[in-house]
């Protein structure tokens, strides 16, 4: 116990365990700063974001598609198209004038639902009291349009 207490030190290694995490801790280091460090690896706050914004604008060019308003609101030649094809297959039980016959009026209350998506699938699917659905005999497209022209007669009394 008269050694000097530098030799004393000396006969205690530095545990294996303890240098690995050491430099193992400087290797992460380094790696993390170079890897957002934007002049060595080109990463940069901007392109995250630009990358995000990218898959938001996808995720709701998916939503648009799925179409909920009437992509033919207000368009004249749509709801002149429209009102050929309610003549040729809703007047009978809605009426000429829209304000019903066999079925309910169009042009008041509407029980299912007043926004688009719901008229939407009034028409599409049908009501259980005796609508029939078109979905498979007019399709998205024409239903919309048939649509248009119904909302016109509806919003801004357009003479059937
Ligand atoms: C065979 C007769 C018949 C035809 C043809 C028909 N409908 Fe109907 N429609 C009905 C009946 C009956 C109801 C009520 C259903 C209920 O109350 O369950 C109805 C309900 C509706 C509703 C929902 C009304 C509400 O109160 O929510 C809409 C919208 C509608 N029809 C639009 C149309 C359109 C547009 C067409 C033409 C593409 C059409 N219908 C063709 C009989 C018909």
Redesign the pocket.
């Given at each position: 116990m008269d050694e000097p207490i530098g030799k004393l030190e000396a006969h205690n290694k530095v545990p294996r365990g303890f240098l690995v995490l050491l430099f193992g801790l400087i290797a992460l280091g380094v790696y993390y700063i170079a890897a957002y460090t934007p002049g060595i690896s080109g990463w940069s706050q901007y392109k995250v974001l630009s990358k995000e914004m990218e898959a938001e604008k996808a995720k709701a060019a998916a939503g648009a598609a799925k179409m909920t308003e009437n992509p033919y609101e207000r368009d004249e030649k749509a709801v002149a198209e429209g009102q050929v094809?309610?003549a040729a297959?809703?007047?009978?039980?809605?009426g000429k004038d829209l304000k019903g016959a066999?079925?309910?009026s169009?042009v008041g209350?509407?029980?299912?639902?007043?926004i688009d998506g719901?008229?939407y699938e009034?028409?599409s699917e049908?009501?259980?009291?005796?609508?029939?659905g078109?979905g498979a005999e007019?399709g998205r497209d024409r239903?919309w349009k048939?649509?248009a022209y119904?909302d016109s007669v509806r919003e801004y009394g357009k003479k059937p």
């Open positions: 094809l309610y297959k809703c007047a009978e039980c809605h066999d079925g309910p169009l209350h509407l029980k299912f639902g007043e719901k008229k009034s028409i049908g009501r259980p009291g005796g609508m029939p078109f007019l239903i048939v649509l119904v």
